[in-house]
């Protein structure tokens, strides 16, 4: 069984023991989340396509940790004018490991 569940703007395909990485959630370490955005159910036999969620479905997840990505380089500079910039950015996310699709 798995699902497809829209996480902070962005679409994810989940089955249950699946650890992904989304974006920063508030939720401490240990914690339970519950996502009730859910698109797509899919078992064995069936396959629940919501429209555009399909209703009564969660998936339930345990935070496992936060962190940051790599840094991403943001370098600007324009010839003959003696203008640089350098910047760095690094994107926090959120680990969570998929406990249950409940239906």
Do not use: C, W
């Not at 959630?25 to 396959?47: H, I, M, P, Q, Y």
């Amino acid at each position: 069984m798995y699902a497809v569940v829209e996480i902070a703007g962005r679409q994810y395909k989940v089955a249950p023991k699946d650890k992904i990485y989304v974006p920063s959630l508030r939720e401490k370490v240990g914690s339970k989340v519950r996502f009730s955005k859910v698109l797509l159910v899919a078992g064995e036999k069936e396959v629940n396509l919501g429209r555009p969620h399909v209703a009564g479905v969660t998936v339930e997840a345990t935070v496992v940790g936060n962190g940051k990505g790599e840094k991403v380089i943001v370098f600007k500079k324009k010839r003959r004018k003696g203008y640089r910039r350098l910047r760095g950015h690094r994107q926090g996310y959120t680990k969570v490991e998929i406990t249950n699709i409940s239906k």
